[in-house]
């Protein structure tokens, strides 16, 4: 995967918009992320156990979100090793119908940044519908050009 050019140290300002990208969820999806995380959690796969146990369908797993919406940041970064921290508050769940699936929309804008530390803090809003998923999503990226 290519990435879009890295933001440089004094190129960067607080209040930049850094995109906007939909991360599409579906059930099969979701079995494969079971499987390569080793969440095997029924909430995530299996209907009839996540509506018993108070959700509205199965929902994606939080950690399948956190790193879906962090990709927006990474590509704006140049690519996840300029990522030098990433975290987030898992808020509301993302339910998953079956057949239709999920959107997750993400978008970023940046927040702070420190030249002299050759550093920008990015904050992420992830969102499915209406409702924000995800609070306090923050990244700390390394600009070019940083000692």
């Known amino acids: 995967m290519s990435h879009a050019q890295r933001p440089a140290v004094g190129s960067v300002a607080a209040g930049d918009e850094i995109g906007s990208m939909t991360v599409h969820v579906d059930r099969a999806r979701l079995v494969e992320y079971a499987g390569a995380s080793g969440d095997r959690n029924p909430i995530h796969w299996d209907e009839r156990f996540a509506t018993s146990v108070g959700l509205p369908d199965v929902i994606a797993h939080g950690m399948f979100t956190m790193g879906a919406a962090g990709e927006l940041v990474s590509r704006w970064a140049g690519g996840a090793p300029h990522v030098r921290s990433y975290s987030c508050r898992f808020i509301k769940p993302v339910p998953v119908p079956h057949g239709s699936g999920a959107d997750v929309e993400v978008?970023?804008?940046?927040?702070?940044?420190?030249?002299?530390?050759?550093?920008?803090?990015?904050?992420?809003?992830?969102?499915?519908?209406?409702?924000?998923?995800?609070?306090?999503?923050?990244?700390?990226?390394a600009l070019d050009g940083a000692a």
Do not use: P
Not at 117 to 139: D, F, M, S, Y
């Open 107 to 141: 978008s970023g804008v940046v927040k702070s940044v420190d030249d002299a530390a050759g550093e920008a803090v990015v904050e992420l809003t992830v969102r499915h519908g209406e409702v924000k998923v995800l609070g306090k999503a923050l990244a700390r990226v």
